[in-house]
T-cell receptor
């Protein structure tokens, strides 16, 4: 089983739609969780951290479910500019090692 | 403040050669990590350094080595290059605390021919 798994997509959604991505992780000792966004041929950029109680940043909501070992990202009112690959990142418990998922491609259509 | 800077931005090498990639972290950041990203995949962890000590190593062969200098900049060295080493090499820095995410540099795109 992969340490961090994501559905690669692509998710093709119309502008204004709500879309959700899930990411599962295998190490129950994992402590820190993040979502990164990566545009084509660019470096990943931190989108948001994921906190135990869930957190929201504008149109973006991140949730953590420790019991089922997954994190999620919800994007409301999708914009064309949201088209990118969204990478789930999990810290290996007790280390500074961050494991990336393969990413989920999102394409928002006009 | 400058972000994470990497050099060179692009590089073409032939099989069997050696390459050195460089990274300067954000000022004040003591942790530097190296990742390899092959097209269509997520970044794969290579090394993590904190306060000049290796704190973690991914599943990469011994041809890959790295070090961190007293000013917290870092080098990634790859010997005996193979075609499969062609990738985007990303350097990331963080203050060092587990709760902080990484900030990535724009990467070095290495092509081995």
């Amino acid at each position: 089983r992969k340490e961090v798994e994501q559905d690669p997509g692509p998710f093709n959604v119309p502008e204004g739609a709500t879309v959700a991505f899930n990411c599962t992780y295998s190490n129950s000792a994992s402590q820190s969780f993040f979502w990164y966004r990566q545009d084509c041929r660019k470096e990943p950029k931190l989108l948001m951290s994921v906190y135990s109680s869930g957190n929201e940043d504008g149109r973006f909501t991140a949730q953590l479910n420790r019991a089922s070992q997954y994190i999620s990202l919800l994007i409301r009112d999708s914009k064309l500019s949201d088209s990118a690959t969204y990478l789930c990142v999990v810290n290996m418990g007790g280390t500074y090692k961050y494991i990336f998922g393969t990413g989920t491609r999102l394409k928002v259509l006009a | 403040d400058a972000g994470v800077t990497q050099s060179p931005t692009h590089l073409i090498k032939t099989r069997g050669q050696h390459v050195t990639l460089r990274c300067s972290p954000i000022s004040g950041h003591k942790s530097v990590s190296w990742y390899q990203q092959v097209l269509g995949q997520g970044p794969q962890f290579i090394f993590q350094y904190y306060e000049k000590e290796e704190r973690g190593r991914g599943n990469f062969p011994d041809r890959f080595s790295a070090r961190q200098f007293p000013n917290y900049s870092s080098e990634l060295n790859v010997n005996a290059l193979l075609l499969g080493d062609s990738a985007l090499y990303l350097c990331a820095s963080s203050p060092g605390e587990l709760l902080y995410g990484y900030t990535f540099g724009s990467g070095t795109r290495l092509t081995v021919v």
